[in-house]
């Protein structure tokens, strides 16, 4: 007798012939994120369509801890965790006495209702399905007086699946949903020290993507606490979606430029449509397929329609904003629940907040706005070569 869990997974399993790639990679996730947590060895196999994790033999039924559930509950692709006892068949008997235990152990206290769910995959079983329902049913109501059959709304759903060996599991706990890592191609995200993008990056891994970041620091308006913060950000994210390559761009002398050359009330714009020119340099080299940021319609001046229309003009990448409907409140939620909203709030200065002008644009025009990025002219193309040539590089994990 010993515990293996079976992962359920929900998305990829429609996707026919291409399934054993999102399986495969699945697989690569859960193995990657137990080994980050445990030393032991956990063999991620599949085995009849479905990926099984088997706890180690010299392990107690009992000894998968909340530390390996928790990995698993940050791997993107798992739709639910079923910690599942599993035993060799030795025949009907001990199959009841197992799943009697097994009752009287998780809901031995409290009345509660029940029905058995029996699925016999392995046909020279010698009962078929509703006899192993009937017989187990009644087994367990005869020795568990705080029990009552429910076939309508049971509260737990007593599993009994009859394979090589037997699968007893009641249990599901919720995974996150989404596709795993590396099975929507790689993206380039903005990380700033912000709650906005980390949320950002983190909702589209979810959907499969890997990233890499890029953060633009002003020294020495910026800190090195402010750098440090985004680097910690990254960190975080990282648990989701393994390790990241981040980018720390040195903005100074762009930004100085912008500032001396350029129409004030239109410096954040100015500004953020050369962070776009940049970071889309930085990801076609990385082979991403497109840039993040976590703008959110309305949220600050830059973030307008007309705003967002033309930062987005200096881009042929497209510009993934997978926040740009949400409400900040439900960012904050999201950011809370992944833990970097602590991490988000942190005072340290960012290099918008230093040089934002008091009364920004709030509906720039792009004739205008192109017009005065012109006086930058003589010296840009240099300014931004520089900033690419001291490109530094830390993989954050
Ligand atoms: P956030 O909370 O993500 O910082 P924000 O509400 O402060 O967002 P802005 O400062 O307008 O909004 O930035 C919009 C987006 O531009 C950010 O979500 C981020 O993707 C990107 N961005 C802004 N500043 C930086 C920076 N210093 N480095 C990298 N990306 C940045
Ligand atoms: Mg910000």
Do not use: W
């Not at 359920?8 to 790639?21: F, H």
């Amino acid at each position: 007798m010993k515990t293996v869990y079976l992962i359920k997974y929900a998305e990829i399993g429609v996707k026919g012939k291409n399934r054993y790639v999102f399986e495969d990679a699945l697989i690569r996730c859960i193995q990657t994120a137990l080994d980050r947590v445990i030393a032991d060895t956990y063999v991620v196999h599949r085995s009849q369509g479905r990926i099984y994790v088997d706890v180690p033999d010299d392990h107690s039924p009992d000894a998968f801890a909340d530390e390996e559930t928790e990995a698993l509950k940050k791997v993107f692709g798992i739709a639910g965790i079923c910690p599942v006892l599993c035993l060799s068949d030795t025949g009907f008997d001990d199959l009841a006495d197992a799943a009697v235990d097994y009752m009287k152990k998780n809901y031995g206290e409290g009345e509660h209702t029940f029905k058995v769910f029996a699925r016999r995959a392995r046909k020279n079983y010698p009962m078929d399905s509703p006899e192993i329902c009937m017989e187990l049913g009644g087994r367990i109501l005869d020795e568990c007086s705080n029990l009552s059959v429910d076939v309508h709304e049971p509260q737990i759903e007593l599993n009994v699946e009859i394979r090589e060996n037997i699968f007893i599991y009641s249990r599901i706990i919720p995974g996150l949903g989404g596709m795993p890592i590396g099975t929507g191609g790689k993206a380039m995200l903005l990380l700033s020290g912000g709650i906005d993008s980390p949320v950002a990056g983190y909702s589209i891994a979810r959907r499969g993507v890997s990233l890499e970041a890029v953060y633009f620091h002003a020294p020495p308006y910026t800190s090195e606490r402010a750098r440090q913060k985004v680097v910690d950000l990254a960190a975080k994210i990282s648990v989701y979606t393994g390790p990241i390559r981040l980018h720390v761009i040195n903005f100074t002398d762009i930004q100085m430029a912008i500032y001396e050359k350029c129409p004030h009330d239109e410096l954040t714009i100015i500004m953020r449509r050369y962070m776009m020119r940049i970071a889309e340099r930085l990801a076609t080299d990385a082979g991403c397929l497109g840039l993040v940021t976590g703008e959110s319609i309305g949220q600050v001046a830059s973030q307008t329609m007309q705003s967002l229309l033309c930062t987005n003009e200096v881009c042929s990448l497209p510009v993934y904003r997978p926040l740009i409907a949400f409400d900040k409140q439900d960012i904050v939620d999201i950011s809370e629940r992944i833990d970097t909203f602590e991490t988000s709030i942190l005072p340290y200065e960012d290099c918008c907040t230093i040089f934002v002008a008091k009364h920004p644009v709030t509906k720039p025009n792009p004739v205008t706005i192109r017009r005065h990025e012109k006086h930058l002219a003589d010296c840009i193309d240099e300014l931004v070569e520089q900033a690419l040539a001291r490109d530094e590089i830390i993989t954050v994990k």
